[in-house]
């Protein structure tokens, strides 16, 4: 079971630190992502999700405690291996450019190229299977600004595919998106770990398809950072200490929230 | 594969045109020299009278090299910055480097009388003014970089840019106005623009400049082309930013800094060529961009200069005038027709 965990999270505390101020938004976090699973963060907004993607990712040091990915501590890891073994799509959005699908999918490769970034056949064998694995061939050609948001995002992960890591995270991957191509993307993550037995973590706030569809959940609450199976999460209560509003309340039965 | 053999087939016509421009530019002038002469002369014969020799050899053919230094080493340069900021509206004028450049000359310049004779003389020699030069962008660039940190907004760091000219411009018109006839007369004429007048050592030191700043610009290449993504994306694919970024401002300094020392302030050169270079190659992979933008900022210095002779008088156009008339409709005419590509 040992060799499974691909990033792991021990006692973390997670905050900024400016002069004198600590400023922790959330302590004493345990995490630990495994091969082949699709992993949903979810929280209020606010809750500091941005923040501890920052820190699992190695952008922010945490104020005590370590990441590691692959047994290495994450924050100590050179740029280049960090490259090769993490990969992220953001939601913000690309500089003008003239760059075409493929070109931009290719760049995924650079953490592989050499120093004037050539490709070479194996390079441009993993660019093709990223290609197949998220079905965009019909794509390939177009300048990146000509398709739509939800192929963009698709772009986008296959570009981080490209980049070959074994873990992906994604950064609220369906904010932009109508319920149709949620469902598509949350529907080809799901596929992707089980046929890369890559790891995927994604932050969002479609909470009622995250459980249907990931494997684990991580609940951020001012009161703890929680990680487990959804059916678990369930029995536990955990959804309704996400949203300090009575009006607000999480079927268990259902499995989704109800209003009043 | 069929865009390669477009770019061989552009390449190929942009390295024909570079040649018989620089034939055309070195038989333009007061003195008209048949091309067939000027080509008998480069390629190790005579032309057919004496005096041609010598004005080639000390005149156009200087004047010629200067065209194409210029023309590559800015052009670059504004390629680097658009690519930096994020901004197809960058450029090493729009963002003040041309005026820092300035305030650096004119420092040296108008400002020697106050300083001890040794350093004086040191300063104005030509070593002097590129380091004051290459200084002043650098400096410029750097200040206009660490506000445009705190600053997202693409437009506002434009804004920034050009305040930070009309700033340095400002001083300049300070240190004019305390200067002497003849030192105002000395800048004057630096700043219009002149790529005549270089003797064949100027051309020596601005080819080695040119050659670092070109150096430093084409192992970046690779991080440029992850910079398409936003600096975020840059930093995932393994780059290391803040290294990369010193390298690009370096090396647009450097470039800017000792073009502006030797030819004066260049304008919209560097703003145009990437443009036209992204239209006509359609690409934004700057291992393409880097060749053609070189290849099309000598070709365009050269026709600017070409135009600058007025051929058929005696007169000569200030060079920077030139290449505003051209330059800025150019500009005009892409921000229409590329809306979109500017979102």
């Known amino acids: ?260 | 594969m069929q865009n390669k053999n477009r770019n061989t087939l552009l390449f190929s016509f942009l390295t024909l045109s570079l040649v018989l421009l620089l034939l055309l530019n070195i038989s333009l002038g007061s003195v008209s020299i048949p091309m067939k002469d000027v080509f008998n002369s480069l390629t190790g014969g005579n032309a057919s009278k004496e005096t041609w020799d010598y004005i080639i050899v000390n005149y156009r053919l200087p004047k010629a090299i200067a065209a194409i230094l210029v023309g590559m080493g800015l052009a670059i340069s504004g390629l680097l910055m658009q690519t930096l900021f994020r901004n197809p509206l960058a450029g090493p004028d729009v963002l003040g480097l041309s005026s820092g450049a300035s305030l650096g000359v004119a420092t040296v310049i108008l400002g020697a009388a106050f300083l001890p004779p040794v350093f004086a003389s040191f300063l104005l020699s030509s070593y002097g003014i590129i380091l004051a030069s290459s200084l002043g962008s650098f400096l410029v660039l750097l200040a206009v970089l660490s506000v445009s940190q705190s600053l997202r907004n693409t437009m506002a760091i434009l804004i920034v840019g050009l305040m930070f000219g009309s700033l340095t411009n400002a001083i300049v018109g300070t240190l004019t106005y305390f200067s002497t006839a003849e030192q105002l007369q000395k800048f004057t004429f630096w700043s219009l623009g002149n790529l005549g007048n270089l003797s064949w050592s100027s051309i020596v030191i601005l080819s080695i400049c040119v050659a670092i700043g070109l150096l430093l610009s084409l192992v970046n290449i690779k991080p440029l082309n992850a910079l398409l993504l936003g600096e975020n994306y840059a930093r995932s694919l393994g780059m290391n930013y803040k290294k990369t970024r010193l390298v690009i401002i370096l090396a647009t300094s450097i470039l800017t800094g000792s073009i502006t020392a030797f030819a004066g302030p260049i304008a919209f050169i560097g703003l145009a060529v990437p443009h036209i270079a992204k239209l006509v190659f359609q690409t934004s992979n700057h291992t393409v961009l880097f060749w053609s933008t070189l290849l099309l900022g000598s070709i365009i210095m050269l026709i600017c200069d070409c135009i600058s002779q007025l051929p058929g008088s005696d007169i000569t156009l200030p060079i920077n005038a030139v290449t505003s008339l051209f330059g800025a409709p150019i500009v005009i005419w892409l921000l229409l027709r590329k809306r979109k590509m500017m979102n």
């Open chain 1, 1 to 260: 079971m040992e060799n499974k965990i691909i990033l792991q999270a021990s006692k973390i505390s997670i905050g900024y630190t400016s002069k004198k101020v600590k400023n922790v938004i959330a302590k004493n976090i345990d995490l630990s992502l495994e091969k082949g699973k699709l992993i949903a963060l979810i929280g209020a907004n606010g809750i500091g999700k941005s923040t501890l993607l920052r820190t699992i990712t190695g952008i922010q040091k945490p104020i005590s405690g370590t990441v590691s990915l692959n047994k290495k501590n994450i924050h100590e890891m050179d740029f280049l291996n960090l490259a090769q073994n993490l990969s992220i799509v953001l939601t913000e959005k690309l500089p003008p450019s003239n760059l075409t699908v493929w070109e931009l999918i290719a760049l995924g490769r650079q953490p592989y190229t050499n120093w004037i970034g050539t490709l070479t056949d194996n390079d441009i064998a993993k660019i093709n299977e990223a290609i197949a694995l998220t079905q965009i061939e019909h794509l390939v050609s177009k300048k990146h600004f000509e398709i739509s948001d939800g192929q963009l995002q698709i772009v986008l992960i296959a570009r981080a595919l490209a980049q070959d890591t074994p873990l992906i995270v994604l950064d609220e991957p369906t904010t932009h998106l109508d319920l149709l191509h949620k469902i598509a993307l949350f529907k080809l993550l799901k596929r992707l770990t089980q046929e890369t037995e890559k790891c995927i973590l994604f932050s969002t706030h479609d909470i009622d398809m995250a459980i249907q569809l990931s494997d684990e959940m991580i609940i951020m609450t001012p009161e703890a950072v929680i990680q487990d199976q959804p059916c678990n999460l369930i029995t536990k209560g955990s959804f309704n200490t996400l949203f300090k509003d009575e009006h607000i309340v999480f079927d268990a039965q259902k499995g989704r929230f109800l209003f009043t």
